[in-house]
């Protein structure tokens, strides 16, 4: 990045001899002067913040020539307008042929490369640095491409109906680029290409990623088998568990889901174990991302170490992410195949968001609506008031009633009327159900009991506060909603 232009140095202005004090008058205090210490603690503190950003720039000076450059700009006309903020359009990609032939039997990365996007993702940084929020754009999703030439065949095609992965096997990143920027209308700031090996890589150099799961998680296809629980994920059982497409039936949906809770949490890693203030663990984590990626060659190590410095100040809750809203599964086109139809008045809505560099959830409000697994009004749940206070039992069983579970509407009187905590009791059996109980009850606690049944038990304590409003995640219509980083995070 270019050095600033000094500020002119200011005039001196011409000493005066000290004025000498009249007779008889008592000369004023002399100003006091600051602890030496606090003048070489600054001194030291400045010392070390520019060295580090010196270390930054030395270090990473000569990754640039590693970065493979591609130019999906090149020729391109009639571009939307750019709004406020940056756009990358992350792209990921298989690209097995550079991993060795163990890895590829252990993650079980067998068959011929495919030559198209895996994973799309438009990622936009708020033009404060404040905010990053990612939008997920299916890979079967129902596109139109613009006229261009077949980049194998070198045949000369007109706009035709795609798969929006297919994009990228006709026309590379140039034909991936402007079918998206013709479908979202919003402009690219960016290109940035990752495939298995770098994706590995990155994990492996920030120590792994927590993850958490409510669920078993099993995909024969992956080799992905994951009891429920938390799990720190290395590079390749990373590479599982964002590749896995047939845990249930919602196939890419619900991995995309996956997808954005391990971005949440890989953000979460990044900004919590002090990698950004460690020049040299910056250093390994963007010599591990550039050294097997491609991009335009507006993006690299400046590009990265801005972005570094900005995300210091980041949270999980900086982070929001979210996924294209399908009006319908299966949408068949001749020629094509079964694909997905966005809902455009919803998808227009967060495009717009993305150009205004306006949250995704449109300023949600701390009371909005938690994603749970399971939808409440399949979950029947008994009250129980484990305190002295009148009334309290009547008041959860109406909220949570009222947020749609299906109580019993007959609240009784716990054993113990001493609770301070307020617990959920669940068989084991239920143990998503319990979870999204919880959710609505912030604070409160599990208990799991052998032989509860399907009927949960909620003992109001004398924390209790209030009713959260949940509802059920619905991947089957793609209705995904906004999540920030710390809703999907273990944390």
């Keep these: 990045m270019p050095t600033p232009p000094r500020s002119p140095r200011p005039r001196t202005a011409p000493q005066q001899p000290p004025r000498q004090p009249r007779r008889g008058v008592r000369p004023s205090a002399a100003p006091r002067r600051k602890p030496r210490w606090a003048l070489r603690t600054v001194t030291t503190l400045s010392v070390v913040v520019l060295a580090s950003a010196g270390i930054g720039h030395a ?73 990053a929020s990612v939008v997920s754009l299916p890979r079967d999703s129902y596109a139109e491409t613009p006229p261009h030439t077949d980049r194998v065949s070198g045949e000369r095609h007109e706009g035709h109906p795609v798969k929006l992965n297919a994009a990228y096997a006709e026309g590379g990143p140039q034909l991936t680029v402007r079918t998206v920027e013709k479908m979202t209308r919003v402009k690219i700031d960016h290109y940035l290409e990752v495939d298995f090996t770098s994706f590995m890589k990155t994990v492996d150099v920030v120590g792994g990623v927590e993850i958490c799961t409510d669920r078993r998680l099993k995909d024969g296809h992956t080799g992905l088998d994951l009891p429920a629980g938390r799990h720190t994920l290395k590079g390749g059982d990373a590479l599982r568990f964002v590749r896995a497409r047939h845990v249930d039936g919602t196939s890419d949906l619900s991995r995309m889901r996956r997808q954005q809770h391990f971005l949440a949490a890989l953000v979460d890693r990044a900004t919590s174990s002090g990698i950004l203030l460690n020049p040299m663990k910056f250093r390994d984590v963007t010599r591990a991302v550039l050294g097997s990626v491609r991009a335009d060659r507006g993006f690299g190590t400046g590009e990265l170490l801005d972005l570094g410095r900005a995300m210091r100040n980041f949270s999980p809750s900086s982070s929001e992410f979210t996924t294209v809203p399908i009006a319908k599964m299966g949408h068949v086109v001749k020629g094509v195949g079964s694909t997905l139809k966005w809902d455009t008045d919803k998808a227009g809505h967060i495009f717009d968001a993305l150009r ?129 980083g710390d809703e999907v995070s273990c944390s």
Excluded at 82 to 99: C, F, K, M
Excluded at 100 to 128: F, N, Q, W
Aim: aromatic share 2%.
């Design 59 to 131: 270090v990473l000076s000569g990754l640039d020539e590693d970065i493979a450059r591609v130019d999906p700009f090149r020729d391109m006309k009639n571009r939307p307008e750019a709004g406020h903020g940056t756009n990358i359009l992350l792209v990921g990609t298989d690209g097995r042929e550079s991993i060795g032939k163990k890895e590829r039997e252990r993650y079980r990365l067998g068959g011929a490369p495919c030559h198209c996007t895996d994973t799309i993702m438009i990622v936009h940084i708020s033009e404060d640095r404040d905010r």
């Design 356 to 484: 205004r560099d306006q949250p995704l959830s449109g300023g949600r409000s701390p009371d909005a609506a938690l994603r749970v697994p399971v939808d409440p009004r399949q979950i029947r749940v008994q009250v129980e008031n484990g305190t002295r206070t009148v009334g309290l039992g009547r008041r959860v069983d109406a909220a949570l009633a009222a947020t749609g579970f299906r109580t019993t509407r007959t609240p009784a009187n716990a054993a113990e009327r001493n609770v301070e905590r307020t617990v959920v009791v669940h068989d084991p059996r239920w143990n998503r159900s319990a979870k999204s109980l919880a959710a609505a009850l912030p604070g409160s606690e599990l208990r799991a009991v052998k032989g509860q049944g399907a009927t949960l038990k909620v003992i109001a304590g004398a924390d209790f506060e209030k009713v959260r409003k949940v509802r059920a995640e619905d991947p089957g219509q793609g209705e995904f909603g906004v999540v920030r």
